[in-house]
């Protein structure tokens, strides 16, 4: 199935959890979060969270700076 991710489409099998893709993106620590569809997906759901063809997922990630 396709996801925009980051406003980049993404092929990815059916059922993936948000987890999942997070994990096959990003090095997972602090600072980093998700919203799908425009709303914040609290982490504490990423594993339990399917994607869904054509949803749009931002993925972010604090850092440090002055």
Not at 36 to 64: C, F, K, M, Y
């Amino acid at each position: 199935m396709t996801l925009t991710v980051n406003g980049k489409a993404m092929q990815v099998p059916a059922g993936t959890t948000l987890h999942q893709l997070m994990v096959g993106i990003v090095a997972m620590g602090h600072g980093t979060a998700a919203a799908v569809d425009g709303i914040v997906a609290p982490r504490s759901r990423w594993e339990n969270l399917e994607l869904h063809a054509g949803q749009h997922v931002e993925i972010l990630t604090a850092t440090q700076g002055g």
